[in-house]
């Protein structure tokens, strides 16, 4: 086999492992994919016969012998062995043609625990990879951003992801505090499925309370005389049913999980050195990740806390880029690293 420079540069794959979505990123080539980090498996054999926009589009739909699960919950491998065949599926997908085993780059939460950062590095491991590095997800999102992380100033990073929420204040390459809830996307698809089980006994699935959330999900005190007709099955009589939904009643829906993230930034700051908050009164705080699309959500926080807030161009691609940034200098990064190689 010939092998290129081209072919060289695919051994380098920065992953954003997330609950909700992975986007893998490789060297030269950019981001290749970007797909639901879900599966669907055969229950008799537990064989899996779909992954991410194929089982995705299965969900709820399946017969009843195929079931489809999230290897991840809250930000962490919840189903080893699904999760394992799932990273080899992607990183088979971008076409690494070479001989060598891919040297592989993933971002996860701040918060969690070493075992979960052991299980993160063994998946990658077994699914092919000959080197893992790990990277915090808010230093990961600084990085995509383009903050100055490097310089002795406060940069202040909210990534809101499908499983966890990641605040944290970052100078001098490192996390000077950080606050890691395990409170996203999914939390608030969930608010969306209860408030309709109890306003209307009516059970709608994740699919739909995503298109909900993505269509008229807000942060008050955003306004808007939208509504949309959402159909699903009525509770008390079994029989499918369509009710005519506002955006009010969405926003009410997603207070608590809103509420959450507040009050998670508001500590964030109270814990912040006196010197880094000057800093970020200056410099605002950057909101990453696909819950930073949220309607509204800037205005929220702009009112909560008299700081600046700015919303990433791409917020859904940040944390991917940024990681996939580290991978192609990693000795330039070693600062940001050194944290979390040691697990």
Do not use: W
Request: hydrophobic letters at 40%; aromatic letters at 4%.
């Amino acid at each position: 086999m010939a092998f290129s420079f081209q072919n060289l540069i695919t051994n380098d794959i920065a992953i954003d492992l997330g609950t909700a979505n992975t986007l893998v990123y490789v060297r030269g080539r950019g981001i290749i994919i970007r797909e639901p980090s879900i599966v669907a498996v055969r229950k008799l054999d537990q064989e899996i016969v779909a992954y991410g926009t194929e089982a995705k589009e299965m969900q709820g739909r399946t017969p009843g012998e195929i079931t489809t699960v999230r290897p991840l919950k809250d930000g962490v491998i919840a189903d080893f062995e699904l999760a394992e065949a799932m990273i080899r599926h992607f990183i088979k997908k971008v076409g690494n043609t070479n001989l060598r085993r891919p040297r592989v780059a993933v971002c996860i939460p701040s918060g969690i625990t070493d075992v979960e950062k052991r299980a993160v590095r063994d998946s990658c491991e077994h699914a092919g990879a000959r080197e893992v590095h790990l990277l915090d997800e808010p230093m990961a999102a600084a990085i995509g951003v383009g903050l100055p992380i490097e310089d002795p100033v406060g940069s202040m990073v909210i990534d809101i992801g499908g499983g966890t929420t990641e605040i944290a204040v970052i100078s001098l390459s490192g996390i000077v505090t950080d606050i890691s809830i395990r409170i996203g996307g999914d939390e608030m698809n969930d608010s969306i499925i209860q408030h309709f089980k109890r306003n209307y006994n009516l059970l709608v699935g994740e699919n739909t309370a995503e298109n909900i959330k993505c269509t008229l999900g807000s942060a008050a005190p955003y306004n808007e005389d939208a509504t949309m007709n959402v159909r699903g099955r009525d509770l008390v009589a079994g029989i499918p049913k369509t009710v005519e939904i506002s955006q009010k009643e969405v926003q009410e829906a997603l207070a608590e999980a809103v509420n959450a993230i507040v009050d998670a930034t508001k500590l964030c700051l109270e814990r912040t050195p006196p010197e880094l908050s000057s800093d970020i009164l200056d410099r605002g705080i950057v909101l990453s990740g696909g819950g930073a699309l949220l309607k509204g959500l800037d205005e929220r926080l702009r009112d909560e806390t008299s700081l600046p807030i700015i919303v990433a161009e791409d917020p859904l691609t940040c944390v991917v880029r940024g990681t996939g940034r580290v991978l192609e200098d990693l000795s330039h990064y070693q600062k940001v690293l050194s944290k979390v190689r040691r697990y």
